[in-house]
Nanobody, 123 residues
Framework: QVQLVESGGGLVQAGGSLRLSCAVSGRSFSNYYMGWFRQAPGKEREFVAAISWSGGSTYYADSVAGRFTISKANAKNTVYLQMNSLKPEDTAVYYC????????????????WGQGTQVTVSS
């Protein structure tokens, strides 16, 4: 059974930083991309970042490029999202997901999801 558990969310002031973690069990990282998505109240879930199984390729939404960094620690089966220079518009529930074998921004291409972690950025 594949399980993804996010942690690291919280309340931070604009300009601050947070690091989200996603611990994966029941599946090896081999051959699968990992992604981070977010969903703000009243909005659709949107792609944030993705990383290849090797960690050699990363992809970002334009809205977070240059501020967020996705990485992974294969030995720990954990994916991270380092978020710097946070803005109030980054406020959302953040989800990690896995499933595709190629880079995907479409959420329905991901088979497994975590429960989400709340990130709130105050102005």
């Amino acid at each position: 059974q594949v399980q993804l558990v996010e942690s690291g969310g919280g309340l931070v002031q604009a300009g601050g930083s947070l690091r989200l973690s996603c611990a994966v069990s029941g599946r090896s990282f081999s051959n699968y991309y990992m992604g981070w998505f977010r969903q703000a109240p009243g909005k659709e879930r949107e792609f944030v970042a993705a990383i290849s199984w090797s960690g050699g390729s990363t992809y970002y939404a334009d809205s977070v490029a240059g501020r967020f960094t996705i990485s992974k620690a294969n030995a720990k089966n954990t994916v991270y999202l380092q978020m710097n220079s946070l803005k109030p518009e980054d406020t959302a529930v953040y989800y990690c997901a896995t499933g595709p074998t190629t880079w995907e921004i479409r959420s329905y291409k991901y088979d497994y999801w975590g429960q989400g972690t709340q990130v709130t950025v105050s102005s």
